[in-house]
């Protein structure tokens, strides 16, 4: 079942906004995972969690889709 968290230690990749929601089947409060659905609460980007090691990062969508903000 897939849960919906707010972030605040990750950034937008377009508007570096730190109001980030999660989407995620595995994650919890600490931990979430590669692939992840990533959506901007202040632009509305999407995408998805990229992890590289210990690195994270937004990898946001190249099309913009229509996405209702919070």
């Not at 995620?24 to 409060?29: L, M, V």
């Not at 999407?46 to 090691?53: A, N, P, R, S, Y």
Request: aromatic fraction near 8%.
């Amino acid at each position: 079942m897939s849960k919906t968290m707010r972030l605040s230690w990750l950034n937008c990749a377009k508007c570096d906004s730190n109001k980030i929601e999660v989407t995620t089947e595995q994650g919890n409060d600490e931990w979430i995972y590669d692939g992840d659905k990533l959506t901007c609460l202040d632009c509305g980007a999407t995408g998805e969690l990229e992890t590289d090691g210990g690195i994270t990062w937004f990898e946001a969508d190249k099309e913009p889709k229509n996405v209702q903000l919070h």
